[in-house]
Structures are given as C-alpha cells and as structure tokens.
C-alpha cells in the first residue's frame, strides 16, 4: 500500500512537470500529449482514492479490533493443546488476522495454526502472572479450561495450596499429607470471618452456610462429591467438626462430642481400601445438622445411599473389605472377643480374597478401640456393641463355610464344618436349620410350598445374597441406632439445620455396572442443581448492581435425566424387565436400542449388544448390561429372611425384621414421613433402583429447599504421591465435577469485578492525572474507561462495582504494563543521564585536578631552581668571604705569637722574683704561730684542773641527796598503783551501770509501742531497778574503802612536803568521784519517778543526763591529764636509775616511759593503761550517740514547732479574711484554698510522723504535742464549718452545689484516731444480705471513686468486717462471710460482664481484700513483712488459705472477663486498623485480591486500637491495681493481637507482598511506640519485655520486606525469623505475591534451602492458639494499710455496721 502511494504521488508530481513542458511548446502532438496527462492525472487520482478507501477500512477495523490485536500480537503467550499433559504453553511468533498465527511451544517447536473460523480458531490466551495464583479462578482476565488447569497446578505444586474457590464452589486437591490446616486455632481464625477475607477452606465454606443461617434463618447444606480418593469424606468430617465447634450448646455440651463420635462408626461400617483411596467411603452419607433459634445444636439425622453390599463378599485385588473386619481380627486376643473365636484376617475367605490385610501406617486395634469408646459416647449399650460383634463375625464365618457338590443337583455341607456351628451359635440359631436353608430353598405356589434343593453354586450364591442381607441390615440398624442417639431430648425445637451431603462423584472405568450407572443418574442430579444455583447467583448478582445483561445460556442436563428417571426411561424399563420370570439383561438392552434409538443422550455401541452408552454432562459411559436385574432385584432367599426370624437372640428380630424399609437407603429427616408413604404406595418400591430414585428426588427436593454450597474434590495422582499433579486425571475430574462448566457461565457473562476504589487505584496512570478528579470515583473510571475501551459492550457500571467481559483485565494490565515501561524508560533516561551528567562531572573535576598538580608541580620546579641559582650565589660570596678570613687570621696568629713570646720571657722574669720572697713571709709566719700555742697550752691546763676538784666535790654532795629522795618515792609509788586500780574498777562499773540505763531507756521506748505486753516491761523495769539497787550498794562499799585510801593516802603526802600538790589532785579525783555518784543516784531515782508518773519528764532527765555525761567526760579527761603528768614526774625519777636498774620501761600512749620496780607493778601498770584506753574510746562513742540522739530529736521538735507556727498562721489568715470579706463567694473559696493547702500540710506531716518509728521517749512526748496539735486542728475545722454553715442557704457556688456539707475527710481521720478504735466492723448476722447487698450488688461504684475516697475501700470494710468475726472467734461467721462476699462478687461481674469498667473496679477491691488476707493472715512469710505498728490488724484464730485460693481464682475470672471485653472490642478492629490500614501516605499497597469486594465495614486504624487498648489501661491504673498485673494484663493483650494478626496474615495472600509488610512493620512501631512512653517495656532483670509478644508479627513484617532471591537471603531469614517455625516461615514465602509485575515470586530453591536448614519438626503447628491464656500470677506486695483511719461515706447507708 505505502509503495502505490508514492508510486501515484511520483507519477502525479511528474506528470504536473511534463504538462508545464508542453504547455510551453506549440507542438501538433500537444493536445495529445495533454490527454495523456489528463488520463495520467485520474489514474493517480484513482490510485490515491483506493489506498485512502484501504487505509480508513484498515484503520477502522483496527480501532474495532485494538484489544484482540493487541493481544494476540507477537509476543503474546498462549496454550497449545497437548496429549500428555493437555495444555502447554506458547509464545506467538507471528499473526496474520483470519488467516493463520504460528506459535512456539515450550519445546522451541514452532507450530502453525490455520484460523479456518476466523477468531474462534485461535489458541486460548494465557492470563498475566499476577492473576495466576489468584484465590478464586473467576477472577481470571481469562476464564477457560487452561487457565484453571495451569492456576491449580501452580497453587497445588508451588504454594501447596490444597484449597481454590471457583465462583462459589471449593475446588479441594488431596494432598496425600497431613497438612497442619484444621487445629482449632484455624477455626477460630476463620470464625466471623466473610467468605474470601481469608484463603480458601473448607471451614470458610462452613462458616458462610453458619453465617447465613444465623442472619437470614434459611436451611443451608453443603454438598461434597469427588472420586473415591479425593477427599470427600475428610472434607465432610471437617465441616461436621466446624459446626460442633462453634455451634456448641451450653447446656448440651455433649451433642457435639456425639456429632463428631459417629464418624469413626460410620468410617469402620462404610468404609474400605481401594485401589485409589484406603479410606474410600462406600456409601453415599447425608447428615442434617439441627440447631434451635440461637443457633446452637441440638441434635442431627443420618441418611445412607447405596451401600455398596457386594464388597462384603468379594474385593477386587489389593483391595479390602469394610474396616470392621480386620479391625474385629485385631482385637481377637482379648477376653471380650474370646466367643467369636475370630482369627487372623487372612484365614477368612471374605477378607482375604484382596489379598491386602493391612494398610500402611493404620493400626486397626487402636482403629477399634477408637471405634468402641465412640459407641458409648453415643449411647450404644454394651449389649447392642456384642451384638453387633456377633453379627459380624458370624458374616466372616459363614463365609468359610463349604459346599460339598452331590447327585441329583443338590449340595450339603460338611458335618465337621466349624465355621457352620459358630455361625449358627452367633446368630442364635439352630445349626441344624441354618445348614438345612442354606442347601435348600422353599417355593410358594397357589396351594402348596415346595422344598427344592440347590447346586453348590447356587447355594454358595445364596449365601453371599443371605450374608450380603444381614451386613445391610446390620448397617441400617447402626444408622437407625445413630439417630436415635443424635436426635435432640429436650423441648427445644429445631429452628434450622445445616445439611451435609457426602456422595460419590462422576464415575467412568473400563467396565461400568448398576452402582456407577446409580452414581452417575444422582450426580446428573445435583448437577442440574448445581448449574440452575450457578445461573441464579449469577443473574442475581447482575440485577443486585442494576446492570443490563442478556440471558446466559448454559448445559441444561434435564434430557439426559428424563432419559433415566422418567416413563419407559432406563429406570422404568429396568423394573418392568425384574417383573417378568424369564427377564434378562440381554433383553432389557434391545428394549432400550428401541426405545431410544433418537435421543441425543443415549447412543449404541458400534460392536456388540451388552452395551449401552449414555451421554452424560461430563462424558460418555458405556455401560455393561451383566448384573443390572439382579442388582436391582437385590433378592434374598425367603426362606433365609424367615430364618432370622427365629433367631433367639431378641435384637435379632429388631434388625432383620422383614417389614422393615427394604434395601439399603434412608432418607432425609425432613422428608422422612414422604418417602414412606411413597414407598409404601408403589408396587415398585422392591427394587433398588426406584428407591434410590425416590430416595434421591426427595433428597433434591430437601437440597432444593437449602441454600446450597458446594465442595468438589479432585484426586491430583492415582499413586497417592504427595503434592503430586498428573494434569489429564485432574482435568477429567475438573470436567466431570462441574467446574468448567462454572467457569464457562461465569466467561459468559461479566466475569470480571472490580470496586471503584480498586480499580481507580490501580488503572488511574493509563490517563493524565489532570483528568483524574479528587472524590469522583464513578466518573474517573468512566473517564479511564473511555479512553482506553472504545467498545462499551466490554464493561457495564454497576452500584458498587465495574463488571468486564473476559480479557478485559489481561488487556488493561497489558496497558499498564506498557505505560509503566514507557515510565521505567522516561525514568532510566533520565536516571542514566544523570549518572553521564555526575560522570563527566567527575571526569571534569579530575582534569581539574589533574591540572592543578601538573601546573603546581612545574611551578615547584621553577621555585627549585630560583632558589638554588640564588643558594649558589650565597655559597659563593661565603666561601670567598672565608678564604679572606683565613687568610687574615693566620697573619694575625703569627703577630700575636711574636708578641706573645716576648711578654712571657719578660713575666717569667718577674714571677721568679715574687715567688722568692713570699716564701719568706711564710716561713717567718709559722715560726711565730707555734711560739704563741705553747704559750697558751700551758695556761689551759691549769684551769681545768682547778675545775675538776671544785666539780667533784659539789656532785658527792648532790648524790648522797637523791639516794635519801629515791628511798621515799617508791613508797609512794606502791600506794599510787593501788589507787589507780582501785580507780579503774570504778570506771568499769561506771560503763556497766550505763550500759544497763541504755538498755533501760530502749525497753521503755518498746514497752510505748506495744501496749499489750506492758505488764512484762513493767516486770522487766523492776528487775532492773533491783539491780540497780545492788550496783549502787556495792558503789557505797567501794567509795567507803576508798574512804580508807584517801585518810591513809592523806596521812603519807603530810608526810613528804614535797607531794603535796599530787595529793591535792587525788582529793580532787576523789571528790569528783563522790559527785558522780550522788548523780547517779539521783538520775536513778528521777528515772523512778519519771516511770511512775508515765514518762512525763523524760525529756528533761534525758537532757540532765547528756549533761552529766558531758560533765564526767571532762573530768575524766582532767583526771587522765593529772595521771599522765603523774606518770611524767615518775619518769623523770626512773630515768635516774636506769643505768642502776636492768627492768624494761613500759611505755604509755603519750609516749612516755615507766620503770616498775618488779614484774606485779609492771602488769598492774599495763593493766591500768589498757583499762585507761578503753575507758577513753567508751566515753567518747556514748557522747557521739547521745549527741546525734540529741540532733535528731532536736530536728523533729522544730519541724513540729514550724507546723504549729504554720497551723497558727493559717488559723488568723482565715479569721481576717472572713471579717473582712463581705462576698460569700469569694470567702467560701479562699475558706476552700486553705482548707486544701491544710489537709496536704496535715496529711504529709501525719503520714510522715505515723511512719517513723519511735526510737525514744522523747519520741513519745513529741507525739503528745503532735496530739494535742491535732485537736487544735479539728477546733480550728470546726470554725471554719461553723463559718461554712453562716453562709446564706440560697448561696450556689461556682461548682454547681450549695453549701460544703460534705465532712472532711482528714477531721475524720483525726477524731477517729482520738478514739479507742481497733480497725474492725461488728456486722451482725441478720445484716449479711444488707451488706452484700449495698456494699455488692446494688453498689454504685461512683460513691467509692471519688477523688477523695480510698483505694479499695469496699475490699477493706469486707476485710475489718472479717477481723470482727476473728476477733470473736467465730468460724462460721467467717466462712458464712466469705461465702456471701464470693457468691455476690460473681453474680455481679457475670451480670455486667460487658462493663469494663464494673468488671475493674472489682478486680481491684477484690485484690485488696485478697492482699490484705494474705498480709495479715498472721502466716511468717508475710507477717515478717509487716511493719509493728500494722501487727495489730492480723488474723488470731483461723486459717483462711482455702478462701484465698478462691479469692484467687475469682480475681482470675475477674481478670478474664476484662480481657474478653478488650477481645471482643478489638476484634473487630485488627484486620482493618493494623494489616489492612495505609498509615504511609504516598505508598500504594493495592494487590490484586482474591475475591474483590466494595469494603462495607468501618475503616479502623492502628491508633483507634491504641486508644482502645490504652482505655482500658488507665481503667486499671485508675483502680490502684498493681503494675505487674497491668503489665501481665498486656502482655496477653499484645499476645492474642500478635497471635490473630499471624493467622490472618498467614491466610491473606493479597497481604503477602513488600508494600504491606513496610504498612505493619509501621503500624506495630506505633503501639510499641506507645508501650515505650508508658514505660511499661521495662521488665524487672531475668524477665522478658512485654514487647516480645509481638515477634512474630514484627518478624512476619519483616520477612516480607528482605530479599528471597538466593540461598544467602534464605540463610538470613532464618537467622532474622527465629520466632517463627518452619510452617509458617514456608506459608509465607508461598503466599508471597509481587505488588507488581517486575518483582519476581520466590524460588522454590530459598524455599527447599530453609526447609533444609530448618527442618520441620513433628507436632509443629502453622496457626497460632488465639485462645491460649497465660498464666497470671498475683504476687503478695505489703502494703501500708491503718484500718483505723478507714472513712464509710454516707451514700452507701452502712450505718448498720458499728466500729470496734
């Protein structure tokens, strides 16, 4: 086309320049050659036309067909149909529109498709790999069997997800393993929660049919079918378990536990190993679950289909029978089985011929056992279980039993057949009859009974018809038993109830029989069901939104169900063959040749006549005509039915009875009495197939009244490998459960819903943002929407949401994602030209640099060689300059050594002549100086000699004096060692006698402080005293013989005139002695008198008594001068002898030295100086204490004196001002400033001064003036109250009351404490329902709160009113007591278990009344820890641990209760406020979510819970409860917040990306953000922070923002995520979903790595336990409590009650 263009315009252009040529020429060919022009200029013309006319019909179809072209471009992925593995993906190489597209496989094959019907022949187009790993398959751009094939097998094999919603169906993958999915921690996770909030489950599918029945009160049921193997019957047990969890009845505890006791029964009856499954349930299972008008169960129904009874008598190989069986043959051992005389499963011929005794990993004994308790819990009595044992055993024998071939067509059995007797004995018949009507059978004519015998084969085949009878029978009656047991007892009538369907899937093997024909005509059935629900929901969901929608067709499988069930249909033709005598199966099949020779659903087999073919919804079967009347016949010989009637056992008759419902199905509860009388009212009602048409239409009829949910199990491998996923078996069962067919209703219409919001949110960038207009979300996505959709028919607006048709949303996000590259290319351009620019930058700056050095260094280089040429130049001028100064100095040494040679030889000269003579003058000096020294030596001599004789004599004389004085000294040497040891003695007495006045003094302190052990103190005192008395006796004979010394001590100093001034002293010592003891004597006495008269002049004897010390402590200093000066003089003596006397000096602290005569004066001396030293170090530590004694109580007296100057003070201040103020209002309010400012003063001052313990009697006095202060006080109150009450009635203060009438709480406190009060209640008996009452249930918590009221007032009343009753020794006025404080305690907090408030303020009184049993129960581990003024207030007489640890466990109650309010109010908030909440603005979290919904609930955040939390905080901070127990209060608050965030970010894929993880990370920050400034993470050393609750949400967090890209990152995370197990680490990283397509999901190698380094260990659980309770723990903590300080407002009229 561009080609012809140019052709045209060039030949246009050159045919304009050759008519211009020949218009300028006059030529004869001109008018030809402008012709030819002309003709040239319309052929171009028409050229141009036809390209333009091809152009705009190009363009126009291409503005039509933008979206598939786009789609289908080069490049575009598809699927490619594939025999092995039915679809595999596909790149387009090229595409030429209707005619062909080539494609290269994953193989790099290239394959060309001819598009031989235009569009509709090209390949399926694959979905982005955002919307692979959705949740729910509708949500696909692309809705197509490929798409849901490839999206299970991602989910099932990489993120092992066994759970994926399709709509409204559950699409359920076996895995083969036991997946940890169904704690109870998952139930509760999923409880409340709307269907699509969280992963798929089987319990979401639960709780939506509970939800919806509890809000619109309709039946719903839930259908599950599948292959055998796929699950049905787990998924079906685990439905059952949801609603017995929670649904449970509280006065019905045990309908639950019976509900879920009936599936192991049911599983041994019913069940078998097959090829496929060992747990394969052979029996279809219908259970209605009933529940009253609050939605509790109360009772259930069980309804069976189709029993497969052949199994009983033969198992295909590898197979085996039902689990009873071999479960029967396990437990043979024991006592109890002893009479069935059972063996080994092997040795019975009916479960032996699979040849497969045993399951891997099954132990059928403990199967049993688990089996037999499950009976009792449901009621089964022993009697029926033996029974039933019976029964099955005797099947087993009966099956060995033998037939022996005879003449004539008959058989026998042997005589010596075991099996036969045991048999007979089991069944309790008699042997002889049983082996009679097994070889024989009776046939009724018209007039006679005939008995025909019968060949072996035909009796053997008897047997198996007869033992196949009795297991139905046995099963029914189990059922029948079942639902006796599940049926509800009392009153309450069901309201709802909630079925429960477990039936076979759609079957199709190699030989199809009569149970898969059955299978296959009920799974047309719920399919036709399910495809009309589907429709609805569909059409319904349109008309809710208010969109235009055209009707959509879908496989409507009612021929295929008219061919079956309807007149002379298969059914019918079936039971009319069973009628004749001669009917056989051959002939039944040409009948239906005939008859259904055109319909579309029925078809013959191309080669022979035993088959037929049916055209099922899912696929064709054929089907085997042997065996179809027979098994609809189900006929049992008559005469063996009559036999059991003869049974003598009595259940016998109650379960083979022969008017019971025939075959093997039972029907609805609801339609029960219907489908008996339907029954009864056919003739046809014997066969099996019209019953189970009866029996399945009234099952439709039950389901069609429900609101139906559908589970379909899909079996992924026939090898039972874990996780494995063949894709052809899935892809059968995906077509034959109905999930295509789905899909294909949902692609039909607008499969595809977005919100507003999400949609706005995500598309916004395909158009400018100028065109995007703030809070118009319906006409923004209009705006998008035109613009990049130019046909309307692909999307409609409804109410809430945009609907698209399919494709749309994989062309959008093709859109975006090319609009985000073209912005990651703007981005990198500019990006990368930054980068150039900060290059050439850095290059440009280097060159500058470069050049800097380049140039600094060859300016360096000049400046090197300036300096040197100038350095040259200097050397030079120096080296000359030396040479000349050498020369000059050698002509200048030579001068000065001339001159110098002439000037020594003259100095020479001169110096001989000098040296000559003053050797002379020398000699001529020391002849004249020895002259002189003889002279003087002479004259010496004779001076000393004279000397000599003169000193001599004097020295003679002064000898013979000290001998005289020596001789009289030591005398009185002797008489002063006996005096100062008498002295010594003295002092220590002294020392003892104070001592026991120390002792005295502390005795009469403690005798204040207790007053009931005053008599003993008294005692105490006396004896002290009369040793007082002894000690001053013995003073009196000490100071008489000292009396003695000083006379004959005074009779010696007379004597010696010489020591008179010693003896002087001594009388001084003496006399100072004399008065010591007359001091002590009067302190004695006054201390006396002070103790009789009740201390009142302590104060001054303490006072006289410091002074005496003081006093004696300076004389004894004198007296310790006098004696060193003594010791000095003594000395000064012995030092006179020392050259006479040998003895060593004893030398005394000062230093000094004595000389004993002999050794006794020489220990008496020692003595006398260590008793001096100790003496001295005494005296003064009593000074020091009795000095600090002094201060300290110095201090307390002026501290009280300044209250009383401040109490003075304030009294004249109010006095003044009330005389001067003429406004009441001004004067009430100052009255109130001071009256405040009072009770402050007062009460530190009183607190302070109750506290301080009293350490001496001055102590006591104080207290005295601090009483006598008090009464001041309250004179001083009761002015001001008069004042008060002055005031004019009709006075209002600002407030809003009128006068202050309420009496001060601290003029209480004091007149209280005047009075004799004990801290105790008197409560009499008959006003125990008074204070219960008034102080419990009817309390209004607003009288005890206040802010002047007491802290746990109402436990201490309930606590003084206990110590009454101690006191009085009345036991069971305590426990009377007790029990009615317990019993109103609880009536209240249950009552009002929803106030917070209520529930906390009696958490904190009845910790207080707990606290204060413990503190004061009189107990040594808590009686030590009290202070002795709170000793009084213990317990006396009884023990009352048992009421504590019931205190306790109400305080616990109490605690738990707060807590479910906290839950209860937080719950709701969790998801939205913390996981859900954008707390950072400017980062998009929007993911593309499983099941996208307009966000109805109220939008919480992160801070609402906080408030929430801190709420609840300062309630119990509020209450004085204590802060370990607030703390533990948050640790479990933070706990069960970390616990249900990790379960539902565990079930949450849409959260699983970086973006949320940075929005938790920043919402948890928060609220440990606030923990940090309440200052409650700091934990005493050796506990953990109360933030460690929330590791593993904070680690989740984190988990999702790291790297997951190598082994390294995996390494990391396990290091990171400690807390966290493996499960969880592994959910999380499967969960995993990029924010956007540049991001890449994890690599199953990090997975594997962390699974390798931290390996899974067994009983490791994936959800966390919302329900786990931690321990709480309320430790003792003494407190400081005055019950005789305790004030009773008057609003609680607890007048009654009188103190004590």
């Known amino acids: 086309l561009t080609i012809v263009t140019v052709f045209a315009v060039t030949l246009r252009c050159f045919n304009r320049f050759f008519h211009s040529f020949v218009a300028n020429y006059e030529t004869q060919q001109q008018s030809t050659y402008i012709t030819l022009t002309l003709t040239v200029d319309v052929v171009c013309v028409c050229l141009l036309l036809i390209s333009f006319i091809y152009m705009f019909r190009k363009f126009w179809l291409n503005f039509f067909n933008k979206a598939l072209d786009e789609e289908v471009s080069a490049g575009a992925r598809v699927w490619l149909s594939d025999k092995e593995d039915v679809w595999k993906d596909g790149t387009v190489v090229s595409y030429e529109p209707n005619q062909y597209i080539t494609v290269k496989d994953s193989d790099d094959k290239e394959v060309k498709i001819v598009l031989k019907d235009g569009k509709r022949s090209l390949p399926p187009l694959r979905n982005p790999d955002i919307l692979t790993m959705e949740n729910n398959l509708t949500t696909m751009s692309y809705l197509h069997e490929p798409a849901v094939l490839h999206s299970l097998h991602q989910r099932f094999t990489q993120s092992n997800s066994i759970y994926t919603y399709c709509g409204i169906v559950l699409v359920a993958i076996n895995p083969y393993y036991d997946v940890p999915l169904y704690g109870n921690e998952m139930i509760w996770a999923y409880k409340g929660q709307q269907m699509g909030q969280l992963d798929p489950h089987i319990y979401a599918i639960s709780e939506d049919a509970y939800n919806e029945m509890k809000t619109l009160g309709r039946n719903q049921s839930i259908i599950v079918s599948g292959e055998s193997g796929a699950g049905k019957t787990v998924s079906a047990k685990y439905a059952m378990r949801y609603f017995a969890t929670v649904a449970g009845n509280e006065h019905e505890t045990a309908i639950e536990r019976r509900i879920l006791s009936t599936n192991p029964i049911m599983e041994a009856l019913g069940n078998a190993k097959t090829i496929r499954n060992d747990n394969s349930s052979r029996f279809g299972k219908y259970v209605e679950l009933e529940f009253d008008r609050n939605q509790n169960i109360i009772g259930a129904h069980i309804c069976t289909y189709l029993l497969e009874k052949s199994r009983v008598v033969n198992q295909a190989r590898n197979e085996r029978n039902y689990h009873i069986f071999y479960q029967l043959c396990s437990v043979r051992g024991i006592p109890e089985m002893k009479f069935l005389h059972l063996k080994r499963a092997e040795d019975f011929r009916y479960t032996s011929r699979g040849q497969c005794p045993r399951i891997d990993n099954v132990d059928d004994s403990e199967q049993f056992y688990e089996m037999s308790e499950s009976m009792f819990n449901l009621g089964i009595t022993e009697e029926q279980q033996l029974f039933m044992y019976s029964v099955l055993a005797a099947v087993l024998h009966m099956g060995n039993i033998t037939f022996v071939e005879e003449r004539n067509d008959s058989c026998s059995i042997p005589k010596n057949d075991a099996s036969l007797k045991v048999a007979a004995h089991l069944l309790g018949l008699e042997e002889q009859e049983l082996n009679k009507w097994l070889c024989h059978k009776q046939l009724k004519t018209r007039n006679e009974t005939v008995t025909m015998t019968l060949r072996a084969n035909d009796a053997a085949a008897g047997l198996e018809a007869f033992v196949k009878h009795i297991y139905a029978s046995l099963f029914l009656w189990i059922v029948k038993l079942l639902n006796t047991s599940l049926s509800t007892t009392s009153k309450v009538t069901a309201a709802n109830f909630i079925g429960i369907l477990d039936i076979y899937g759609f079957e199709m093997f190699d030989e199809n029989s009569f149970e898969q024909f059955c299978i296959n005509y009920a799974n047309e059935k719920l399919q036709q069901q399910f495809n009309q629900h589907v429709f609805k929901l569909e059409q319904n969901e349109y008309i809710k939104e208010e969109i235009t929608w055209s009707f959509i067709d879908f496989y409507d499988n009612q021929p295929c169900i008219d061919l079956i069930e309807k007149k002379l249909g298969i059914i019918d033709l079936l039971d009319e063959q069973c009628k004749m005598n001669r009917g056989t199966d051959e002939n039944w099949v040409q009948i239906l040749y005939k008859q259904h020779a055109t319909s579309h659903h029925f078809e013959k087999p191309r080669t022979g006549t035993e088959r037929f073919i049916i055209v099922h919804y899912a696929d064709k079967v054929a089907y085997t005509c042997h065996g179809f009347i027979a098994k609809n016949l189900d006929s049992v010989n008559q005469s063996h039915l009559t036999l059991l009637q003869t049974s003598k056992l009595d259940i016998a008759h109650e379960v083979f009875d022969k008017h019971s419902t025939s075959g093997n199905i039972t029907s609805p509860k609801k339609v029960q009495a219907k489908a008996i009388t339907s029954i009864k009212s056919s003739s046809k009602s014997r066969t099996v197939g019209f019953q189970f048409k009866t029996s399945l239409n009234l099952l439709m009829d039950a389901l069609s009244s429900t609101v139906p949910h559908f589970v379909r199990c899909i079996k992924p491998n026939d090898d039972k490998e874990a996780f494995g996923f063949v894709r052809k078996r899935v892809v059968q069962q995906l077509r034959a459960c109905g999930v295509i067919e789905t899909v294909r209703i949902s692609a039909a219409g607008y499969p595809s819903r977005w919100s507003y919001v999400e949609f706005i949110a995500r598309y916004s960038l395909l158009v400018h943002s ?36 399919a494709g749309q949303v994989a062309y959008f996000e093709k859109l975006r994602s090319d609009r985000m590259f073209e912005a990651c290319v703007m981005m990198q351009k500019h990006v990368r030209r930054y980068i150039a620019y900060l290059k050439y930058q850095k290059l440009r700056n280097a060159a500058i640099v470069v050049q800097c050095h380049v140039r600094q260094f060859i300016a360096k280089r000049y400046v090197q060689m300036l300096r ?17 100064k050498c020369r000059y100095h050698r002509i200048l040494q030579s001068t000065i050594f001339l001159q110098c040679a002439y000037r020594g030889s003259v100095a020479r000269a001169n110096f001989l002549l000098m040296k000559y003579e003053k050797g002379a003058r020398i000699i001529q000096r020391h002849v004249r100086g020895w002259l002189a020294r003889v002279k003087y030596a002479k004259e010496i001599h004779k001076i000393i000699l004279v000397q000599s004789c003169v000193r001599r004599f004097l020295a003679k004389r002064t000898l013979k004096q000290l001998k005289v004085e020596a001789r009289s000294i030591g005398h009185f040497k002797k008489l002063n060692v006996k005096l100062e040891v008498r002295i010594a003695e003295l002092q220590k007495k002294s020392r003892s006698i104070e001592a026991d006045n120390k002792s005295y003094i502390k005795d009469i302190s403690e005798k204040e402080n207790k007053l009931v052990i005053l008599q003993n103190e008294f005692d105490l005192q006396h004896k002290l005293n009369e040793d007082m008395k002894d000690s001053l006796h013995e003073r009196d004979k000490n100071i008489a013989v000292l009396e003695q010394e000083r006379l004959i001590m005074e009779q010696e100093l007379e004597e010696r005139d010489i020591k008179l001034n010693e003896l002087d002293s001594l009388k001084a010592r003496i006399k100072l002695l004399e008065s010591e003891l007359d001091t002590t004597k009067s302190t004695l006495e006054s201390e006396r008198e002070s103790n009789k008269g009740k201390l009142v002049e302590l104060e001054k004897s303490l006072r006289g008594e410091i002074a005496a010390e003081r006093e004696h402590h300076q004389r004894m200093v004198v007296e310790n001068n006098a004696l060193q000066q003594q010791l000095h003089e003594l000395q000064t003596i012995a030092e006179l002898r020392e050259k006479q006397d040998d003895t060593a000096p004893i030398i005394v602290d000062n230093g000094d030295k004595i000389y004993p005569h002999d050794e006794n004066e020489r220990k008496r001396l020692e003595e006398i100086i260590i008793e001096n030293v100790q003496l001295k170090e005494d005296l003064d530590r009593t000074t020091d204490e009795l000095v600090d004694s002094l201060d300290e109580l110095t201090f307390i007296r002026n501290k009280y004196e300044q209250v009383e100057e401040r109490l003075n003070h304030t009294k004249e201040t109010l006095m003044k001002e009330i005389s001067n103020t003429r406004n009441p209002r001004q004067a009430q309010d100052r009255i109130r400033s001071h009256l405040d400012n009072l009770r402050v003063l007062l009460f530190s001052d009183a607190a302070k001064f109750n506290r301080t313990k009293i350490k001496s009697d001055e102590d006591m006095q104080l ?107 009345d036991e069971g006025r305590i426990q009377e007591q007790l029990t009615a404080i317990i019993t109103g305690v609880t009536s209240v907090t249950r009552k009002r278990s929803k106030d917070p408030v209520i529930s906390t303020f009696w958490l904190s009184n009845c910790l207080t009344l707990l606290n204060n049993l413990t503190q004061f129960s009189g107990e040594e581990p808590y009686h030590s820890k009290i202070t002795p003024g709170m000793q009084e207030f213990a317990l006396k007489n009884y023990d009352l641990s048992d009421y504590r640890n019931l205190l306790s466990d109400q305080c616990i109650n109490i605690y738990h209760t707060i807590l479910r309010c906290l839950y209860d109010e937080i719950q709701p908030m969790l998801i939205s406020g913390m996981l859900e909440h954008d707390a950072i603005p400017g980062m998009s979290t929007t993911s593309l979510s499983a099941n996208r919904r307009a966000s109805e609930a109220k939008a919480f955040s992160s801070i609402t819970i906080i408030n929430k939390i801190q709420f609840y905080y300062q309630l119990l901070v509020s209450q004085n409860v204590d802060i370990y127990i607030v703390k533990q209060f948050l640790r479990q608050v933070l706990f069960y917040i970390n616990s249900t965030l990790l379960n539902n970010l565990l079930l949450r894929k849409d959260l699983c990306h970086w973006s949320k993880g940075i929005q938790i990370r920043y919402n948890l920050s928060q609220m440990e953000q606030w923990i940090r400034e309440e200052r409650l993470d700091i934990e005493e050393p050796g506990e953990e922070s109360i933030l460690t609750s929330l590791a593993e949400i904070r680690q989740a967090s984190q988990l999702l923002q790291m790297n997951k890209a190598t082994n390294d990152h995996a390494a990391a995370i396990c290091e990171t995520c400690h807390s966290l197990n493996t499960l969880q680490i592994q959910k999380l990283l499967s969960l995993y979903t990029p924010s956007s397509e540049y991001e890449e999901r994890v690599p199953q190698s990090v997975i594997k790595y962390i699974l390798n380094y931290r390996p899974i260990k067994p009983g490791i659980k994936l959800m966390l336990d919302t329900s786990k309770l931690l321990t709480v723990n309320f430790k003792f903590t003494p407190k400081d409590v005055d019950f005789t300080m305790v004030t009773i407002p008057d609003g609680l009229r607890l007048n009654f009650l009188e103190r004590y």
């Open 770 to 805: 100028s065109r995007i207009k703030p809070n118009k979300l319906k006409e923004n996505c209009n705006t998008v929407l035109t613009t990049i959709v130019h046909d309307p028919d692909k999307y409609q607006f409804g109410k809430t949401k945009i609907f698209f048709r």
């Open 868 to 884: 040197e040429t100038r350095a040259t130049i200097t050397i030079q001028r120096y080296v000359r300059g030396y040479i000349q």
């Open 1263 to 1369: 207290q005295s003036k601090v009483a006598k202060l008090a009464d001041e006080n309250i004179k001083l109150l009761d002015e001001i109250t008069l004042l008060q009450n002055a005031l004019p009635s009709n006075y209002v203060s600002e407030s809003g009351h009128k006068k202050l009438t309420r009496q001060d709480t601290l003029t209480q406190n004091l007149r209280q404490k005047k009075q004799n009060f004990k801290g105790m209640l008197i409560c009499r008996k008959e006003d125990d329902s008074k204070l219960v009452k008034r102080l419990i249930t009817q309390l209004k918590t607003e009288l005890v709160t206040g802010p002047g009221c007491m802290a746990g007032l109402t436990g201490h009343v309930m606590f003084m009113c206990i110590r009454y009753s101690d006191h009085c020794n």
